[in-house]
């Protein structure tokens, strides 16, 4: 039909009832017109997402039983998980989690699995233990080397088990391990183990699945912790002291904080951790050079429309600045503010430890707890400056929740 029409266009051209200039003029628009939009249409048709695999195998315990249902579990990970990701990623990933069918009974009271809440006291043998356990009572018709990631969801809380959520590997058995995890009984697990409570927050669920998704390269996790290490192993309550490890990208990003409200979703990541799983369209980051003065109209990080959702200003091989735009879009609504962030990135750190980490804010408040005034606006904190590079990144005004900023020399 198309190629019809446009047949039957040309011959008006050719033919002397197109002997006026503006009917000729306005026919080989219309044929120009027939062969673009179905280019226009092809460029914008969405491509499928990646589809990721996982597999939740439900365990209790003989002295503590679950209290969750295998239909919250999985609601959990392919309702509220899946369509986080899927934002996260700007459609490009799509979450596909099996569920075992039933809950399965550990062979040790939760006692002898029990670690400690503090990352750098948690005993490996202990969480080898429980994953042995755990996938010992896989059927042997399951191949666990289909799988991106399992999730071992436990029928305890965190008071019984001692953390709500981890990374068991690639994590607390080898943050740096490359090597494909294999059971004693010869089974091998081709992504990586998670560890979760029957409480978990989204925003845990997230986190230490994250890990696994990023993988390890060069000896370092892709998607690592953004808080400090350190400070989450000092003593103290829990959740004060964790509040306190929050140097680094404070709530601004659930690889840093699980969630800045319990009873709110997480909110979404920084362009930083987009950039490390591979969720940032490198066309939608713009690079401007050191020693360059540049004006960008940058737009929400969370909206995959705006033009340009990042900027990066390389230092050196290893070393910039991500600047991005924050606005109560999705599930950035469940943020401290909105407005710019600026980022040092260092990809020579691995893990937030000894005072390092491979990224964090420059605030424009300091004195917020928990980099909670983070963010750069058009009003009163509208400049950053770095004496030693010699750079200053300016907000200069803010146009329907995009902001137009200059990156200049000092």
């Not at 200039?21 to 628009?29: E, G, K, R, S, V």
């Given at each position: 039909m198309l190629e019809d029409t446009r047949?039957?266009?040309?011959?008006?051209?050719?033919?002397?009832?197109?002997?006026?200039?503006?009917?000729?003029?306005?026919?080989?628009?219309?044929?120009a017109a027939s062969f673009a939009e179905p280019q226009r249409a092809h460029a914008q048709a969405p491509a499928a997402p990646r589809v990721v695999?996982?597999?939740?195998?439900?365990?209790?315990?003989?002295?503590?039983?679950?209290?969750?249902?295998?239909?919250?579990?999985?609601?959990?990970?392919?309702?509220?998980?899946?369509?986080?990701?899927?934002?996260?990623?700007?459609?490009?990933?799509?979450?596909?989690?099996?569920?075992?069918?039933?809950?399965?009974?550990?062979?040790?009271?939760?006692?002898?699995?029990?670690?400690?809440?503090?990352?750098?006291?948690?005993d490996r043998d202990r969480v080898m233990g429980l994953i042995e356990d755990a996938l010992d009572t896989v059927g042997p018709n399951v191949n666990l080397d289909q799988y991106a990631f399992i999730a071992l969801m436990l029928g305890a809380k965190m008071p019984e088990y001692g953390m709500v959520g981890l990374c068991g590997y690639p994590g607390m058995l080898g943050w740096a391990t490359q090597e494909v995890f294999t059971t004693k009984g010869g089974r091998r697990v081709r992504g990586g183990v998670a560890i979760f409570t029957s409480q978990a927050h989204l925003g845990t669920l997230f986190h230490d699945v994250a890990h696994i998704l990023g993988g390890v390269k060069d000896g370092k996790r892709v998607a690592p912790c953004l808080y400090d290490h350190d400070l989450q192993a000092q003593p103290g309550p829990a959740l004060e002291?964790?509040?306190?490890?929050?140097?680094?990208?404070?709530?601004?990003?659930?690889?840093?904080?699980?969630?800045?409200?319990?009873?709110?979703?997480?909110?979404?990541?920084?362009?930083?951790?987009?950039?490390?799983?591979?969720?940032?369209?490198?066309?939608?980051?713009r690079?401007?050079?050191?020693?360059?003065?540049?004006?960008?109209?940058?737009?929400?990080?969370?909206?995959?429309?705006?033009?340009?959702?990042?900027?990066?200003?390389?230092?050196?091989?290893?070393?910039?600045?991500?600047?991005?735009?924050?606005?109560?879009?999705?599930?950035?609504?469940?943020?401290?503010?909105?407005?710019?962030?600026?980022?040092?990135?260092?990809?020579?750190?691995?893990?937030?430890?000894?005072?390092?980490s491979p990224v964090r804010l420059m605030p424009a408040d300091p004195s917020a707890p928990q980099l909670t005034g983070a963010a750069y606006d058009a009003g009163s904190r509208n400049t950053f400056l770095d004496a030693t590079n010699k750079l200053k990144i300016q907000v200069l005004e803010s146009l329907s929740g995009s902001f137009r900023i200059r990156i200049s020399p000092l």
């Open positions: 047949h039957h266009l040309f011959t008006l051209v050719r033919s002397a009832r197109c002997s006026a200039l503006p009917l000729c003029l306005a026919l080989l628009l219309a044929i695999r996982g597999l939740v195998i439900l365990v209790e315990f003989p002295d503590v039983r679950h209290q969750l249902t295998r239909e919250q579990a999985a609601l959990r990970f392919n309702g509220h998980l899946n369509r986080y990701v899927r934002e996260m990623s700007g459609g490009a990933v799509s979450l596909e989690v099996d569920v075992s069918p039933a809950w399965s009974v550990l062979p040790r009271p939760i006692g002898q699995y029990r670690i400690s809440p503090r990352n750098l006291e948690v002291v964790f509040r306190r490890s929050l140097i680094n990208m404070g709530y601004w990003d659930p690889m840093s904080c699980h969630f800045y409200q319990r009873q709110l979703p997480p909110p979404g990541v920084s362009s930083w951790t987009r950039l490390r799983l591979g969720w940032l369209d490198a066309s939608k980051v690079t401007v050079l050191p020693g360059r003065s540049e004006e960008v109209l940058l737009g929400p990080l969370n909206d995959p429309s705006a033009r340009t959702q990042a900027v990066r200003i390389p230092l050196s091989a290893t070393s910039y600045y991500l600047v991005e735009n924050r606005q109560p879009l999705g599930f950035d609504n469940n943020l401290p503010g909105s407005g710019v962030l600026i980022m040092l990135a260092d990809d020579t750190v691995a893990e937030c430890r000894h005072g390092k």
